[in-house]
């Protein structure tokens, strides 16, 4: 059983920056795929990126070019960094830890999420 915390979101302008954080204790995310997914109010969930444990990344449509995963093992720890932030980009962020070859992945591939970080794009 592996435990997620993400943590980085934030208020930020149009074509700003942020890190988003996922840190992992109990299992090493290393043996996991490790997804980010995003929720903004009245909308479905959907899925953001996924980084498996034989270190394939993809990325949803919208986010390509602007978005990038990184793992760090020493730190138990998968960053997503957010380059040239949108409106459209604001929403919770969850990381989840599961079982996933990405190419295509779901929410149901992953059982193990964080409590989530708010994300706000705005002018």
């Known amino acids: 059983q592996v435990q997620l915390a993400e943590s980085g979101g934030g208020l930020v302008q149009p074509g700003g920056s942020l890190r988003l954080s996922c840190a992992a204790s109990?299992?090493?995310?290393?043996?996991?795929?490790v997804a980010w997914f995003r929720q903004a109010p009245g909308k479905e969930r959907e899925k953001v990126s996924c980084?498996?444990?034989?270190?394939?990344?993809d990325y949803a449509e919208p986010v390509k070019g602007r978005f990038t995963v990184v793992r760090n093992n020493a730190k138990n720890t998968v960053y997503l960094q957010m380059n040239n932030l949108k409106v459209e980009d604001t929403g919770v962020y969850y990381c989840?830890?599961?079982?996933?070859?990405?190419?295509?992945?779901?929410?149901?591939?992953?059982?193990?999420w964080g409590q989530g970080t708010q994300v706000t794009v705005s002018s």
């Open positions: 109990g299992a090493a995310l290393e043996s996991y795929a």
């Open positions: 989840a830890a599961g079982f996933s070859l990405c190419g295509s992945w779901y929410s149901y591939d992953f059982e193990s």
């Open positions: 980084f498996s444990h034989r270190d394939r990344i």
